[in-house]
């Protein structure tokens, strides 16, 4: 009986069609040996440097007997027969019997080679040597293959999947799942695990469309959900502190979208900000105090005072209150200068705003705590808005002021004293006796005195506020510019 190509007899064309190759493997890496083929029948084949191996490989990276091929239930299965440099399948080093698929990419050491179910009408032979032109040892000790620590790198830049458009799908898919979160009312870490689980479905579902595998696939997935996350929450945070409240639908009720990143009000009102610095201190104050319009000259006390709140698990201690800015236009009380605050307690303080020109006005208030360095303080934004002209400039010498104390007081002072009798203006009433006394409903508490910067002038200070009322209008003569 006539014999085919491989030696064997010929048979009808049903046992033909049996014992005809369902799969093959192809070299495709390196170039010298790229094109080679071997067809894997049911008895599967063996792949290695030794001339005994179906498929001979001439890389001294390659082992004697490096992997084999074999027919499984329903398919075929890669394994490594105990390889020096390893075997992976699609990047995946392959460590048990792993199944194959059509289009599977295997990798011995620097061989590449593709698993394909579709086999040509001209069958590819059952064993294959390297040419007669390729270095060939198979008895010499195998080498170890040298590591490429930019591999990944290399395949991620040359990875179709992992793109500028792949990256605008990751981000639309944050904004969305964030958007979607607020509108159902999830709260702000509701808000965080959407924006974080929308990119990461989105780079999947564009990863596999564009034919990523094993680790370029996951790798691409983890770095752009994790960028597009990071662009969702900077652009949504920038876009709070533009327009002073949170932006996206559902989340008007809230202070933020996401936790921790506070909105910085503009237009008036207060806001709240947080700074935690550890475990066991932390702090929030009101933020953003816009003061209003007020004449040039004129004070008004802003409101709502600052509340300041110790949200820690330990003491806090308020070591200090600084106005940076436009200084002189606002000044604040003493209200939580050094003071202790246990969990939950509060403390406020009264600012005041008192425009040197006409225009917008603004300056920084910062409290400072007991807090570990590089502790740069916790800020509250001032901001007001001077109208009209300034009172004339040679009323008092330079490093003085009107006292203001009541109207028309204009005896000169020191912005100081300025500051303080503004400050005991606004506690004036706190200060009287609730029950009345000698003076009627002028009569102080005990510890104060009325001030009498000007006849009439019956705001409870202390002596030594009066004593330096009654001082200054000693002086005031001196300090007159003209």
């Known amino acids: 009986m006539p014999a085919d190509r491989w030696g064997r007899p010929n048979r ?33 084949v063996v792949l290695g440097r030794d001339a005994a191996c179906d498929l001979a490989l001439s890389s001294e990276h390659v082992s004697r007997r490096h992997a084999a091929v074999r027919a499984g239930a329903g398919g075929y299965l890669i394994e490594d027969l105990g390889s020096s440099n390893g075997t992976s399948r699609n990047d995946e080093p392959v460590v048990a019997p792993t199944p194959l698929r059509d289009g599977d990419r ?9 698993f394909s179910l579709t086999v040509p009408w001209d069958a590819p032979p059952r ?14 000790p195998t080498q170890l293959a040298p590591v490429s620590r930019q591999s990944l790198r290399q395949e991620l830049r040359e990875a179709p999947g992992f793109s500028a458009s792949a990256l605008l799908l990751a981000v639309a898919g944050s904004v969305v799942g964030a958007t979607l979160s607020g509108a159902a009312g999830t709260g702000p870490w509701g808000s965080l695990a959407a924006a974080a689980i929308g990119p990461v479905v989105s780079s999947a579902f564009s990863t596999k469309r564009a034919g ?10 983890l770095i752009l959900s994790a960028t597009a996350l990071a662009v969702t929450w900077a652009g949504i945070s920038l876009a709070e502190q533009a327009t002073g409240k949170p932006v996206l639908p559902g989340t008007a009720e809230r202070e933020h979208t996401f936790p921790g990143s ?28 816009d003061c209003g319009t007020t004449a040039v000259g004129a004070t008004v006390h802003c409101a709502p005072a600052v509340e300041v709140r110790s949200t820690g698990t330990e003491r806090l201690h308020i070591t200090g209150v600084d106005v940076t800015g436009d200084g002189g236009d ?3 009380d003493d209200g939580c200068a050094d003071r202790w605050l246990n969990t939950g307690e509060t403390c406020e303080m009264t600012v005041a705003f008192t425009p040197s020109q006409a225009g917008k006005r603004t300056a920084t208030l910062v409290i400072h705590q007991n807090l570990p360095a590089p502790d740069t303080g916790t800020p509250v934004a001032l901001s007001g808005t001077g109208e009209g002209e300034a009172p004339p400039q040679d009323s008092c010498v330079d490093g003085y002021v009107w006292r203001e104390a009541v109207s028309d007081d204009l005896v000169c002072v020191t912005p100081q004293t300025r500051a303080q009798a503004q400050q ?41 506020t009066r004593a330096q009322t009654q001082q200054d209008n000693a002086l005031a003569e001196s300090r007159r510019a003209g």
Not at 13 to 27: E, G, N, Q
Not at 106 to 114: H, S, Y
């Open 12 to 44: 009808p064309s049903a046992d033909t069609a049996l014992l005809r190759p369902a799969a093959m493997l192809v070299i495709t890496t390196p170039p010298a040996q790229a094109g080679r083929s071997v067809a894997v029948g049911p008895e599967g």
């Open 106 to 114: 295997l990798r011995l050491a620097d061989v590449e080679i593709e």
């Open 127 to 140: 064993r294959s040597e390297p040419t007669t032109g390729e270095p060939w040892r198979p008895d010499e």
């Open 212 to 221: 990523e595998k094993g680790r370029v696939r996951r790798a691409a997935i």
């Open 262 to 289: 506070a909105v910085i009000g503009g237009g008036g009102g207060t806001t709240a900000s947080s700074l935690t610095v550890t475990d066991g201190l932390a702090v929030t104050a009101t933020n953003s105090v």
């Open 330 to 332: 606002f000044s604040a």
């Open 424 to 464: 005991d203006n606004a506690l004036a009433q706190s200060r009287r006796s609730p029950d009345g006394g000698p003076y009627g409903a002028d009569t102080c508490l005990d510890g104060y005195v009325w001030r009498e910067a000007v006849p009439g002038d019956l705001v409870c200070v202390t002596p030594d």
